[in-house]
């Protein structure tokens, strides 16, 4: 048996299409090792979203590059977005790797490899039918499943390279899904997520998310659901109606808003305005009572002022926040908005960011603080890693939290907590 590494970078839908690359070669002759030293296959699967992402995995590609030397027979890879975006560079920039291969092409990967020292080769075609849905991963053990039920893009958001590297958007048939999320139950896992790109915009055969999460809610062994990321213009009046219905949809949301000025949301052609998004946290806050709510953040986009920047912050004081993953723009070469002058420097854009981090930090402790002396439902995890005889688990609303072990807890355990002190990203609890 040949032996394959594969490191992971970027967003949960990177992590769960390793798994997907782990099962398609675990059945086609390839073992698993967490040694890029002794592998016959090095694979990295790589993010493309911003430059930085890009930066950091050329430099790692150096490191394995050298480790590989003396090696002739060890293939050298790269998988995911990146590989799409940047193949002609790479293969230039970097002639000791072997194979590179784009998001719609690990089904033939184990053909491709074929033998050790192999012809090095790239196929970054995009299949706008490939979903995988008949492709078992093997996943991580633990509580919490993670479920790719869409695959691609179509919205073209003008910053965003996704749709270029992901291509267009598909969806899995609602019966493969299920089969995924009934084996998940009977494997142990107690929680589901959802993934997908515009994940909302779910659709295949007349089931639409809404239904999905419906039908899902009905699964036996399944205690939470919760899916990732939604597109707010996808959030139909059916799907709020669906999650306000279904007791397992847990009551938070990643919700990206990108910017809270009008004019930097038309300019991103993000397909709706300010005023349209918070009657949508309106409308969620009524059928999701309590429910918890993060975004994501773009600073310094072209065009914008300190005037749009500062109804960036005022939005995301009005929404509350729970919590926010914050970026500073960056130009990707073949996006609308890469033909546009950047027009904030890199170094006020570091100020913006600096200072909607600051809020935010401000608020999610804020937020977590008025729970101290409160009960929250944990779904333990297993042991926390910075404390020694604590045990970790996330909450309904996906706070991290950490708790004593002892009592006979273990992991996929649900267990009602204290919490006695909160900072702005963990809950500390006593049981
Ligand atoms: N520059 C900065 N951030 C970006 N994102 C997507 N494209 C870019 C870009 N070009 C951010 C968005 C998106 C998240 C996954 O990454 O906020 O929601
Ligand atoms: Fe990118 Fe916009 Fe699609 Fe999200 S919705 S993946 S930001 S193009």
Redesign the pocket.
Same mark, same amino acid.
């Given at each position: 048996m040949r032996s394959v590494y594969i490191e992971t970078y970027g #967003?949960q839908m990177n992590i769960a299409d390793t798994e997907l690359l782990f099962g398609h070669l675990g059945r086609n002759g390839y073992q698993r090792t967490a040694d890029p030293q002794s592998a016959d296959v090095i694979l990295l699967n790589t993010c493309a *979203? &911003?430059e930085h992402a890009e930066e950091r995995i050329i430099g790692r590609l150096g490191d394995l590059v050298r480790m590989k030397n003396g090696r002739p027979d060890v293939q050298l890879g790269i998988a995911g977005c990146m590989a799409q975006h940047v193949r002609d560079k790479l293969m230039d920039r970097l002639p000791f790797v072997d194979f590179v291969v784009g998001p719609d092409a690990y089904r033939r990967l184990p053909e491709l490899l074929g033998e050790p020292g192999g012809d090095p080769f790239v196929d970054v075609r995009l299949d706008k039918a490939e979903t995988y849905a008949d492709i078992a991963p093997r996943r991580e053990a633990g509580v919490r499943g993670w479920i790719t039920i869409m695959r691609g893009c179509d919205k073209f958001c003008t /910053? #965003?390279?996704v749709p270029f590297v992901r291509g267009r958007e598909r969806s899995l048939p609602a019966t493969a899904i299920f089969d995924q999320v009934r084996q998940l139950a009977a494997d142990g896992y107690r929680e589901v997520v959802y993934l997908g790109q515009t994940v909302n915009a779910y659709r295949h055969d007349g089931v639409d998310f809404a239904e999905l999460l419906r039908r899902t809610n009905s699964i036996d062994g399944i205690e939470r659901i919760r899916f990732t @990321?939604p597109h707010p213009s996808d959030m139909s009046a059916a799907v709020i109606e669906a999650m306000g219905q279904c007791d397992k949809v847990c009551p938070q949301l990643h919700l990206?808003v !990108?910017s809270g000025s009008n004019r930097v949301l038309a300019s991103m052609e993000r397909g709706y305005s300010v005023e349209q998004y918070v009657d949508l946290v309106d409308r969620l806050r009524k059928a999701k009572p309590g429910i918890a709510l993060s975004t994501? *953040? *773009?600073v310094g986009f072209p065009g914008e002022e300190e005037s749009d920047f500062e109804a960036t912050l005022s939005l995301m004081r009005q929404v509350g926040y729970d919590s926010a993953?914050m /970026?500073?723009? @960056? !130009? &990707?070469e073949g996006?609308k908005a890469a033909k546009w002058d950047e027009t904030v420097g890199d170094e006020e854009k570091s100020r913006r960011l600096q200072a909607v981090i600051a809020q935010q930090e401000e608020q999610s402790a804020a937020i977590n603080r008025k729970l101290i002396g409160s009960t929250v439902e944990v779904l333990v995890e297993g042991p926390a890693r910075r404390r020694d005889g604590w045990l970790v688990g996330k909450t309904l609303h996906f706070k991290t939290a950490v708790l004593p072990a002892g009592g006979g807890i273990a992991p996929g355990a649900v267990v009602d907590v204290r919490v006695s002190e909160a900072t702005a990203h963990t809950l500390v609890a006593s049981a």
């Amino acid at each position: 048996m040949r032996s394959v590494y594969i490191e992971t970078y970027g #967003c949960q839908m990177n992590i769960a299409d390793t798994e997907l690359l782990f099962g398609h070669l675990g059945r086609n002759g390839y073992q698993r090792t967490a040694d890029p030293q002794s592998a016959d296959v090095i694979l990295l699967n790589t993010c493309a *979203i &911003r430059e930085h992402a890009e930066e950091r995995i050329i430099g790692r590609l150096g490191d394995l590059v050298r480790m590989k030397n003396g090696r002739p027979d060890v293939q050298l890879g790269i998988a995911g977005c990146m590989a799409q975006h940047v193949r002609d560079k790479l293969m230039d920039r970097l002639p000791f790797v072997d194979f590179v291969v784009g998001p719609d092409a690990y089904r033939r990967l184990p053909e491709l490899l074929g033998e050790p020292g192999g012809d090095p080769f790239v196929d970054v075609r995009l299949d706008k039918a490939e979903t995988y849905a008949d492709i078992a991963p093997r996943r991580e053990a633990g509580v919490r499943g993670w479920i790719t039920i869409m695959r691609g893009c179509d919205k073209f958001c003008t /910053f #965003c390279i996704v749709p270029f590297v992901r291509g267009r958007e598909r969806s899995l048939p609602a019966t493969a899904i299920f089969d995924q999320v009934r084996q998940l139950a009977a494997d142990g896992y107690r929680e589901v997520v959802y993934l997908g790109q515009t994940v909302n915009a779910y659709r295949h055969d007349g089931v639409d998310f809404a239904e999905l999460l419906r039908r899902t809610n009905s699964i036996d062994g399944i205690e939470r659901i919760r899916f990732t @990321s939604p597109h707010p213009s996808d959030m139909s009046a059916a799907v709020i109606e669906a999650m306000g219905q279904c007791d397992k949809v847990c009551p938070q949301l990643h919700l990206p808003v !990108q910017s809270g000025s009008n004019r930097v949301l038309a300019s991103m052609e993000r397909g709706y305005s300010v005023e349209q998004y918070v009657d949508l946290v309106d409308r969620l806050r009524k059928a999701k009572p309590g429910i918890a709510l993060s975004t994501d *953040i *773009i600073v310094g986009f072209p065009g914008e002022e300190e005037s749009d920047f500062e109804a960036t912050l005022s939005l995301m004081r009005q929404v509350g926040y729970d919590s926010a993953f914050m /970026f500073k723009y @960056s !130009q &990707r070469e073949g996006t609308k908005a890469a033909k546009w002058d950047e027009t904030v420097g890199d170094e006020e854009k570091s100020r913006r960011l600096q200072a909607v981090i600051a809020q935010q930090e401000e608020q999610s402790a804020a937020i977590n603080r008025k729970l101290i002396g409160s009960t929250v439902e944990v779904l333990v995890e297993g042991p926390a890693r910075r404390r020694d005889g604590w045990l970790v688990g996330k909450t309904l609303h996906f706070k991290t939290a950490v708790l004593p072990a002892g009592g006979g807890i273990a992991p996929g355990a649900v267990v009602d907590v204290r919490v006695s002190e909160a900072t702005a990203h963990t809950l500390v609890a006593s049981a």
